[in-house]
């Protein structure tokens, strides 16, 4: 029998959608900070508010897009999170010092599969943090896109790095009930990462997470 697939969902804003991911048995919640550009933004104020109100198991997962490690352990400090998701590149000297300075907060860099380079950038950074995240967002436009697209990528890439990793890999981009089953066989992640998928007019979707919940178990 194969592992589950674990269930990220993504862009929470409010306590009840805090309450709905996890009645449809979210594994992780993502709480979006600061960004360049995409959805799902919300003040640290409430992200400070929201965290430590998730219960265990459930992880909590603070997207940043910093790049410096002195101001990503103190965005981490300030919202009380357990998991970092560094959505743009960070260098292995500040994937280092935050795991010296934040040795209980987990780190999962986002890598957005464009291309072979991709690859190449995830095989590389791999060792440094606890997990990958691949995404189809593109930090090589003048204003970056860091995630939150909607778009789906090349899976047959993000299976080369699921395959040569060495480390857990969630899957994101474009994900929806109708896809995530073929995206799981395409790709074998240890979990799946939905924001937009589950979502309408911007707000959690309790039908929609109920279809992708149960596509995600089928698969």
């Given at each position: 029998m194969s592992a589950r697939v674990r269930l990220k969902v993504c862009c929470i804003a409010s306590h009840g959608e805090v309450a709905l991911a996890v009645a449809h048995g979210a594994d992780a919640v993502?709480?979006?900070s600061a960004m360049p550009s995409g959805p799902g933004v919300i003040d640290e104020a409430l992200i400070a508010e929201l965290a430590p109100r998730v219960p265990p198991p459930v992880a909590t997962f603070l997207l940043t897009s910093g790049t410096d490690a002195a101001t990503i352990i103190a965005q981490a400090r300030r919202?009380?999170?357990?998991?970092?998701?560094?959505?743009?590149?960070?260098?292995p000297d500040a994937l280092v010092t935050?795991?010296?300075?934040?040795?209980?907060?987990?780190l999962v860099q986002v890598i957005h599969v464009l291309?072979?380079?991709s690859v190449r950038e995830a095989l590389e950074v791999a060792p440094?943090?606890?997990a990958l995240l691949l995404d189809s967002g593109?930090?090589?436009?003048?204003?970056?896109?860091?995630?939150?697209?909607?778009?789906?990528?090349d899976w047959a890439l993000s299976r080369a790095i699921r395959d040569g990793a060495g480390v857990p890999v969630f899957l994101?981009?474009?994900?929806?009930?109708?896809?995530?089953?073929e995206a799981v066989a395409a790709v074998a992640p240890?979990?799946?990462?939905v924001c937009s998928g589950v979502r309408t007019g911007g707000h959690l979707d309790a039908a929609k997470l109920d279809a992708f919940a149960r596509a995600l178990a089928a698969s």
């Open positions: 993502g709480l979006v919202c009380a999170v357990n998991t970092l998701q560094l959505v743009d590149a960070v260098s935050l795991r010296a300075e934040l040795p209980a907060v987990r291309d072979d380079a440094l943090v606890d593109n930090p090589r436009l003048a204003v970056k896109e860091l995630g939150g697209t909607g778009r789906v990528h994101a981009g474009g994900l929806r009930a109708e896809n995530v089953g240890f979990g799946v990462d």
